[in-house]
């Protein structure tokens, strides 16, 4: 098989077990003249497993302002490119978005070569809606805006993904048991396609609590997915901006709180900005 001059191949990597690599990615590994790679380090161990030989360069957050225009002028030159990621799908949770963009806008063509991707791994074997969801990548890693974030998406109908580190998903899965409800269902996917994998699906009560009592299951690669919220109590309950400032405030700066609770009542930031000042000063005024 041939592939495309002068044009950028997005290539999905293993998750895990190396046998998830398809025949076209590997080809195409083989036969680019760049590999542009998260960790150049990590990407020479697999192409070394491969048997390929290939020049690597690093893509990531860190050089992606630098790195991406020099990309972009070997491609205008006739060069062929991978862009790869530690693992998984490019772009998802990881860096690539920028090469991507910018390919598009030199009129380089853009090749999508598909494979593994946690996300649609972590939902497949869920037990939960799949026809629609949303995906929220990590969650804030401080607890305070983390909880706000889940309170924001309490009322969100469509089963939510979300990736999360070994040493927060404990904590995560009990603020989503007090955000959602702890009867709401969902699925902890852990290790996908590795040794240790792990599938279990219970509610978020039942999930915190055998998280809690098990500490190999704070280790990791996890993704969680959880149901919606129902949709069948009658009329959905609507939440008023001083409602949602009330709720907001003790936990957030008045900026943050202000931006969320716009958000959550369809109200302008700049309406709820006013607001969220206007509580302050009351609250002020009553002590």
Not at 17 to 40: I, P, S, Y
Not at 223 to 235: I, N, W, Y
Request: proline share 5%; hydrophobic share 45%; charged share 25%.
């Amino acid at each position: 098989m041939s592939i495309e001059p002068a044009a950028l191949h997005v290539v999905a990597t293993p998750i895990g077990n190396l046998g998830d690599l398809t025949e076209r990615a590997r080809t195409v590994l083989a036969a680019v003249e760049t590999v542009a790679a998260e960790d150049t380090r990590h990407t020479g161990r697999l192409l070394s497993h491969l048997g390929i030989r290939a020049r690597l360069v690093s893509l990531h957050e860190h050089n992606e302002r630098q790195r991406v225009p020099e990309l972009i002028d070997r491609m205008r030159g006739g060069a062929s490119v991978a862009l790869v990621s530690d693992a998984g799908t490019p772009g998802i949770s990881d860096p690539g978005y920028p090469l991507v963009a910018a390919a598009h806008a030199a009129g380089i063509r853009v090749v999508p070569i598909p494979g593994a991707c946690a996300i649609v791994a972590a939902l497949t074997v869920s037990g939960l809606p799949t026809d629609r969801f949303v995906f929220e990548g990590f969650l804030p890693a401080k607890p305070r805006a983390r909880r706000a974030r889940l309170e924001a998406l309490a009322n969100e109908a469509r089963t939510l993904v979300v990736y999360e580190s070994a040493h927060r998903v404990a904590a995560t899965v009990a603020n989503m048991a007090a955000a959602f409800g702890a009867e709401r269902p969902a699925t902890l996917a852990r290790e996908l396609t590795k040794a240790f994998e792990t599938v279990r699906r219970d509610t978020l009560r039942g999930l915190a609590e055998w998280i809690a009592a098990d500490s190999d299951q704070q280790r990791g690669e996890i993704v969680l997915v959880v149901g919606g919220a129902p949709q069948d109590r009658g009329e959905k309950r609507t939440v008023g901006l001083d409602e949602a400032l009330a709720a907001l405030l003790p936990e957030l700066a008045p900026a943050r709180a202000a931006a969320v609770a716009a958000r959550l009542t369809g109200t302008s930031r700049r309406e709820a900005y006013r607001a969220a000042l206007a509580h302050g000063a009351a609250d002020s005024s009553a002590e």
